[in-house]
Structure formats: structure tokens, C-alpha cells
């Protein structure tokens, strides 16, 4: 249709500084939507976030400041694995999850 809106997809597409290879695939972008994130999908972050800090001896008093939980904040808006965000080089990382710590709290 001529006059037809569609709404515009809220989700971010971000491109790598360089592609990443992760199990054998080479990503170059992730689609992320963290608005797409629902109180289930927070609390499984949390409860494997809490499960990591168990085995490696602690957790951090505000998590949500936390660069190993807002990675799997950021796989969980992307739809993939935290390792694919962990095997990522610094710059990308430490953009994506400022992206989180920002969502998160706000």
C-alpha cells in the first residue's frame, strides 16, 4: 500500500571493529534489542551471572555495573552465546556493554 506505516524496528544493528570467529563462524554484526528483554529474560542474566561469580569466588554489591553480567545482557538482546561476547576484541566489548550498563540503568 501506498500510504502503508510500518514501525521501525527499535533493534540495533552494531558492526565489529573486525569480524570475530566463534565456533567456527565468522560474525561481523550482531542485531541487538534490548527493549525486546522481558523480566524472565533479566532474571535468567542474573541467575547465570550468580552461578559464574559462585564458581570464581563472589559477586559485586550493584551487578548491573558489572562487565561479566552486562555481557550476558548483551547476548541475551542479541539472541547469542555470552562466549561469542567474551571473544570479542576490547573496543567492541567494552562499547556493547556500556550499551547494557546504560539500559540497565536507566
Known amino acids: 500500500m501506498e500510504n502503508e506505516i510500518i514501525e521501525e524496528d527499535l533493534a540495533e544493528v552494531y558492526t565489529f571493529a573486525r569480524p ?23 532474571l ?3 541467575r547465570q551471572y550468580q552461578a559464574e561469580a559462585a564458581r570464581h569466588g563472589g559477586t559485586e554489591l550493584v551487578k ?34 556500556l550499551r547494557a550498563q546504560s539500559f540497565l540503568l536507566l
Open 44 to 46: 535468567a542474566c542474573d
Open 20 to 42: 570475530v570467529t566463534f565456533e567456527g563462524n565468522t560474525v561481523e554484526t550482531l542485531t541487538i534489542d534490548f527493549d525486546k528483554l522481558t523480566g524472565v529474560d533479566i
Open 64 to 97: 548491573e555495573t558489572n562487565k561479566a553480567y552486562q555481557a550476558y545482557i548483551v547476548a541475551k538482546a542479541a539472541g547469542v552465546h555470552v562466549g561469542l561476547i567474551r571473544a570479542l576484541p576490547a573496543k567492541d566489548f567494552t562499547k556493547l556493554t
